[in-house]
């Protein structure tokens, strides 16, 4: 099983370069999936999807010898599914009908990125070869990283344990809980859970606490997964104009957090204009622009060569389209021109 994460600004084409990655994997016999953290689900347009598919097999003509899936992260639903799967039996029910959940599934300040890796762990589970993963810039570029190991921390913290354990005896004395020091307490989960600190809050922890222990364990394995290069590729997407900053920026975060890079894809080069040798007037200035241009872009790859020096990373040059990257014709056209399976 392999992954394959695609970072980058926004509008730089990694949606774009996750749906033709994985239709190049599908066309080599893979059975494979491409997940988007995207809320603005432009994986539908890239893959030709129904309106309101959240997961779709995508038919191919010629079909391909494997299953090319896409999928949206539906943070309601993977938590809804983390709970059926994880929660004590006695619990789950109580816990989905539970009127803070909804609050929480649709209001838990990060709760997408939280659900990124739950849902990268459950896919897994179903067995395919590959997952692309397409991400969304949130406001930290690596929150879907970062968030999940937080939490896992907190999980292990005592008194967040405590809440869990001794909620169902405190309540019962409602004095004696809301002293001073506990108070303080229970206002470190109200900055945790982003909700008002109110009964109903610290009954529903109690409910989910195993749940949430559960996600941290998950989340621990499945981050140990992305951090392995036999498993987790990174690349990086950027345009020429930027390569060399984008990349910089990307190689320094991932590396801090010990995530390995495996590629650099930079995307929309042009390519050499196929016309006349040598036009006159407003068509030579034009072209005489176009190839200014394309050797600037030019220059900007070798400095990128030059910055990633030995380090063993590749570089993807990816052609830009004369139209714009929607359906399977324009994606099998990028993977036919970058080799990004
Ligand atoms: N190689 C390319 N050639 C032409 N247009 C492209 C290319 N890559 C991306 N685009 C266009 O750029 C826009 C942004 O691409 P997208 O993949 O959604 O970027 P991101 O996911 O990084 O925000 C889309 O309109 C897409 O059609
Ligand atoms: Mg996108």
New binding site residues.
Partial sequence: MKIVVYLGT??V????L?AATALAQARQGRRCLVL?T?P?H??RTALGLGADALEQRVTLDPPAPAELWGAMLDVRSTLDDAVRMYGKPAGIDKVLAHPIYATIASSLAGMSELMAVERIDQLIRRGFDNIVV???LSRHALEFLDKPMFFAGLSDLNWVKLIGRTYRFAAATPFGFFSRGSFELYSRVEALLGARLVTQVLEFYSLFVSIAEGYSERARQTVALLKNPDVTEFRIVSTPQKAVSDTSYFLAQLGARGFPVDAVCVNRVWTEAAGPERASGLEGELLDWYEAVRESQEREIRLLKNTLGGAGKKIIPVPELEVDVGGIESLERIAASARLD
């Fill in positions: 926004g509008g084409g990694k949606t774009s996750a988007t995207d603005a432009r994986l397409d991400t969304a």
